[in-house]
């Protein structure tokens, strides 16, 4: 039953977009108490012709507010810390940030298991639905294959520019009188690193 409930939408998310989107930038503002921006939805909803029940009650209007509020918390969150990683990282090698980018998403998909889990555990709980199942293995197989690519990219780069780096200097021992042999070992060692 409280299942139920649980997934039913407030009155707030059933009324038209354009009222709904006038409650989010009022929201947003911080320019009115939550009463002003209640009678304000109300007047709305009366201007738009919905029936009487349509109305906003104080309570249900608070829940809604409470929620764009935490939702609102997670986004400006998230924005915070992604500030500070690109800041940290901005000189980093764009692999290290592809790498830790594809460390949030493993993590991010590893919690969202282990909350589909901890959720279908729940006595009369509702098995995990094979399209979740399915969207999440998805993101997994994904993010292996990023990294796959990464690393195979990575190897690529290491290669010519050692490659590179093997040519010039052979070419500057040659200028320096070292013997042919040599100028192969030395090459034949930085080719060794990559």
């Known amino acids: 039953m409280l299942k139920r ?64 509020e935490n939702r609102g918390a997670r986004i400006r969150e998230a924005r915070e810390v992604a500030e500070v990683w690109t800041t940290k990282l901005g000189d980093a090698p764009v692999s290290e940030v592809g790498k830790l980018l594809q460390e949030f998403v493993r993590t991010m998909a590893f919690e969202t298991s282990m909350h589909m889990m901890d959720q279908a555990g729940e006595e009369g709980a509702d098995p995990i639905p094979p399209k979740a199942l399915g969207q999440l293995a998805l993101v997994v197989q994904r993010i292996e294959s990023a990294a796959m690519i990464s690393t195979k990219v990575e190897k690529e780069i290491r290669k010519a520019f050692a490659e590179q780096a093997a040519s010039e200097v052979e070419a500057v021992v040659k200028k320096a009188g070292i013997s042919a042999d040599t100028a192969a070992d030395i090459k034949k060692h930085i080719l060794g690193i990559a």
């Open 5 to 68: 409930a649980k997934n039913r939408k407030s009155k707030v998310e059933l009324l038209p977009e354009e009222i709904r989107t006038s409650i989010g930038a009022l929201i947003r503002s911080g320019n009115m108490l939550q009463k002003d921006i209640l009678a304000a939805v109300n007047e709305m909803i009366d201007e738009a012709g919905l029936p009487e029940d349509a109305k906003i009650s104080r309570t249900s209007f608070n829940r809604y507010a409470q929620r764009m």
